[in-house]
């Protein structure tokens, strides 16, 4: 008898060694979940990976490491896009579905710095990198001294320039730094209850085409449910205050035991003003209302004014 032929399952992703990395632990993952399948890796040069030079901001957001994935996605190139969370837009495109969210890595961001300092340690004056809208607001928040340096480039060359003296720190996901094996260089993980993630940090997402049950049910073998929630949540909070990724905005949802909380703030981008809220739920259903009434607590209290005083990408 001819040997049964196995389907390939096409799994997309951006080019950087991050995301390859990422996208690796997610095959893994699905491999051990549906063995009757194979998975390819296809990376995919985004935008955001060919221009390094200038800032999210002005590149438009998010979208810049997703149009590509989808597109590809659209002409059945790929089956699969493996996105980090963060990247994705609150609002999907019509044709696509957030298929799965596999178990989420730690959320906080982390600071590196030249000689081990923490965030409250360094130098007055001192030079800190980042190209995030919400880390410079927080940081200017708890240290107006610090100034700031707009940054851009993988890992790597975020942490040569370090080591080159161009900046004594820098604030990265925790998340990315645990995937690559470098969390030796953190200096100190950020609190989160204070210096509050981005929506989505650390968490992977599956995306796929609507129509596609059979794809979407091999990608729902390696969903969190619990962490899925915690995205829904995160992503209705943006959604609802319609922020972009221009806006400085952290949210940040988590299971304790059976409740699902939330912290969420707005700032305006020097720091000085910063609006937070928080609330729980008790079950999974309830994500999506939870990140709504957080957004209208906020803008309830000016979270809209602040949007125009300036311009997390």
């Not at 549906?34 to 999210?56: C, H, N, R, W, Y």
């Not at 993630?197 to 390696?222: K, M």
Request: proline share 4%; hydrophobic share 40%.
């Amino acid at each position: 008898m001819p040997e049964k032929t196995v389907k390939i399952v096409k799994i997309g992703t951006r080019g950087s060694k991050l995301s390859v990395t990422q996208a690796g632990s997610v095959i893994k993952m699905l491999q051990n979940a549906a063995p009757e399948f194979a998975f390819e890796l296809i990376t995919i040069k985004t935008a955001g990976d060919v221009d390094q030079g200038t800032s999210m901001t002005a590149m438009g957001g998010q979208g810049v490491f997703v149009k590509e994935l989808e597109a590809a996605l659209s002409r059945g190139e790929i089956d699969l896009a493996v996105h980090s969370a963060k990247d994705l837009p609150s609002n999907m495109l019509k044709g696509f579905v957030l298929a799965a969210v596999p178990e989420r890595a730690p959320a906080e961001d982390a600071l590196i710095s030249s000689q081990g300092w923490g965030l409250k340690d360094l130098p007055i004056g001192a030079k800190l990198a980042t190209g995030s809208p919400r880390r410079r607001a927080l940081v200017k928040t708890f240290r107006p001294d610090i100034q700031l340096v707009d940054i851009r480039g993988n890992v790597d060359t975020r942490l040569r320039k370090l080591r080159d003296g161009e900046f004594e720190a820098i604030i990265l996901a925790r998340a990315g730094l645990i995937r690559l094996g470098l969390d030796d260089h953190i200096a100190e993980v950020l609190p989160p209850e204070d210096f509050t993630p981005a929506p989505g940090q650390g968490a992977l997402v599956l995306e796929a085409r609507a129509g596609d049950g059979e794809i979407i049910e091999i990608a729902s073998r390696v969903d969190s449910h619990r962490d899925h929630a915690c995205l829904r949540a995160e992503r209705s909070l943006l959604a609802a205050l319609q922020a972009g990724c221009s806006i400085p905005v952290g949210g940040w949802a988590r299971w304790n035991r059976d409740s699902l909380r939330m912290d969420a703030v707005v700032l305006d981008t020097d720091g000085r003003t910063a609006l937070r809220s928080s609330g729980k739920v008790s079950s999974a259903e309830e994500a999506e209302e939870l990140g709504k009434t957080l957004a209208q607590d906020l803008i309830a209290r000016g979270a809209r004014e602040l949007f125009s005083h300036g311009n997390e990408g």
